[in-house]
Each structure stands twice: as structure tokens, then as C-alpha cells.
């Protein structure tokens, strides 16, 4: 309103002359802290001048003083972001090697969840055909994922503090490392399961198909948890779901056997009873992976 001008209105919106003195009841405004061009200093009004002020009467309409509008303003800028200060080109470099910095843990995150497929799968080799090689290939999987989950997760930090993540990257950050997290107890429960078939507990006969299903599904849940954090594919993200089904219906089948007629001892029993919470467990968290897909792709959390 202040300073504006027919020649800088298309619809001639500016003033009449000496508007301002007339609009103010007083000399100044304490919302005009500030001066600006073509204004008196400290933004103070123009002075009375030995007229009457006028009674102030609140935010409305002033039409006496200013001309209206002849059309709508567009308030579309209004509804949307809005980057005011133009990028230089440090800052769009700066912004680029963020944006790649993501792109790089996410992959990097899908390799951790395809060597978590090694690992159980080697595990699960160990187990059942008794292996000691398997065995050590398991642990040595493990080993090197809780490593590479260790500077993935203080990459993410470095990016925290280093950037000012928008939301949706900000949702990146925080699920890389989560998902570390995740992948990483999948490495340790595949070693868990190597480490009791180093100690030469063999596996029931009535069992052994059962944890080599449960094996399998595991192994096929990991690799598509990868995949998926690789398309963000979100129908197959909430499949995984469905695989960790099979997994619960399988440990309930465990269950059952250890529960009839039982002739391998207890301590049989108990290990048995362990590796299937193992391998449910392996299955949650290739379900976490699919759920925080979802959430990456959507903003919604997953119930």
C-alpha cells in the first residue's frame, strides 16, 4: 500500500495523493520499523499537517484512498513452496552431491540386505548338512555387515549435520539408518543360527524340511527386501508381508512336532524351539524393510 504507484500497476491500484496521512490516525505505525525507498526515514508517516485525524477503524477496506482491484488476484504461489532467493551454483552443486550422497546409501543398503540373504543361506547349509565351512562363511558375512552398517550409519549422520534435509529427504536419512539396524540384527541372527550348528546339534529328521522351507523363504524375503528398496515398489514392499506368513505358519508346525512325540531330549527341543525364533524373527525384519519402503515412498507410516 505504502509507496506503490499507477505506473507500477497494471490495474492502477496506487494511492491518491497523499493517501498515507489521510489512512493514519497518528504520525507512525509501530508496524513500520523500518525504512524503505521513497519513504520517510524510520518508515514515519507523512505529518498531519494541521488537519483532523481521522478515527481509525481497523484492517478493512479503504476505498476513498485506494483504487480496487479490477480482477482476482492469483493466490496460486500461495498454496505451494516457494524458493524466494535464487540458488547460486555452489549451493546447487552442494544440493547435487547431497541428492547422490542419498542415492548411494539407499543402494548401498539393498547390497546389505542381499548379503543378509547370503548369510542366512549359508547358515542354513550349515544346519542342516552340518558344515563347517557354511558356518564360518555365515559368521564372516555377519562380521562384514556389522562393519558396513557401522559407516553407513555415520555417513547418514554426516549428511544430517552437514545438510538441512527437506522432509522427504530428511524421511531417507532417518530410514537408512533404522534399516541398518534391521539388516544388521538379520546378519546376527543368521550367525546365531551357524553358531549352534558349530556346536554339532544336529537337526530331527522329522525337522529338517521345515527349517530348510523356513530357510528358503527367508533367504527369497531378504533378496526381495533388497529389491525393493531398490524400485520403491511398494505392492511388492507389502508382499513381503505375506512371505513372513509362511514363516509364523512354519514355526507353528515346529512347534507342533517338539510338542508330540518327542524323542531327541530336551536340549533338542530347546534348540530347535531357538531356530525357529531365528528365522521368524530374520522374516520381521525383511518385513521392516518393506514397511519403511512404503513409508519412504508414501510419508505414511505403516501400523
Do not use: C
Not at 539393498?110 to 548369510?119: F, N
Not at 552437514?162 to 541398518?180: C, M, W
Amino acid at each position: 500500500m505504502l509507496g506503490a504507484g499507477p505506473d507500477l500497476d497494471a490495474g492502477d491500484r496506487g494511492p491518491d495523493p497523499a493517501a498515507e496521512d489521510r489512512l493514519h490516525d497518528r504520525d507512525r505505525h509501530a508496524q513500520h520499523a523500518a525504512g524503505r525507498p521513497r519513504q520517510r526515514a524510520d518508515r514515519v508517516l507523512q505529518p498531519l499537517r494541521g488537519r483532523q485525524a481521522r478515527q481509525a477503524r481497523g484492517d478493512g477496506r479503504h476505498p476513498e484512498d485506494l483504487h480496487q482491484p479490477l480482477r482476482q488476484a492469483h493466490r496460486g504461489l500461495h498454496h505451494r513452496p516457494l524458493r524466494l532467493i535464487p540458488q547460486s551454483d555452489e549451493e546447487t552443486f552442494v544440493r547435487t552431491e547431497f541428492r547422490q550422497a542419498l542415492a548411494s546409501a539407499e543402494s548401498t543398503l539393498a547390497d546389505l540386505a542381499d548379503t543378509a540373504a547370503g548369510a542366512i543361506e549359508q547358515a542354513t547349509v550349515a544346519l542342516l548338512e552340518a558344515d563347517v565351512t557354511a558356518a564360518q562363511r555365515a559368521q564372516e558375512l555377519n562380521d562384514s555387515l556389522h562393519k558396513r552398517v557401522s559407516e553407513l550409519e555415520n555417513n547418514a549422520y554426516d549428511l544430517l549435520a552437514l545438510q538441512a534435509p527437506v522432509a522427504s529427504d530428511l524421511r531417507v536419512v532417518v530410514t537408512v539408518v533404522k534399516l541398518g539396524a534391521d539388516v544388521e540384527r538379520m546378519g546376527s541372527l543368521a550367525a546365531h543360527i551357524a553358531e549352534t550348528a558349530q556346536r554339532g546339534s544336529s537337526v530331527p529328521e522329522a525337522l529338517a524340511p521345515i527349517f530348510r522351507q523356513m530357510g528358503e523363504v527367508a533367504q527369497q524375503m531378504a533378496i526381495d527386501a533388497g529389491a525393493v528398496l531398490r524400485s520403491r515398489d511398494t505392492a511388492d514392499a507389502e508382499r513381503l508381508a505375506t512371505d513372513d506368513d509362511t514363516v509364523d505358519r512354519l514355526r507353528l508346525e515346529l512347534f507342533r512336532q517338539i510338542a508330540g512325540d518327542w524323542e531327541h531330549g530336551a536340549e533338542a527341543a530347546a534348540d530347535a524351539a531357538l531356530l525357529g525364533r531365528y528365522y521368524e524373527r530374520f522374516a520381521d525384519h525383511a518385513v521392516a524393510i518393506g514397511e519403511a519402503v512404503v513409508f519412504l515412498v508414501t510419508g505414511v507410516p505403516t501400523e
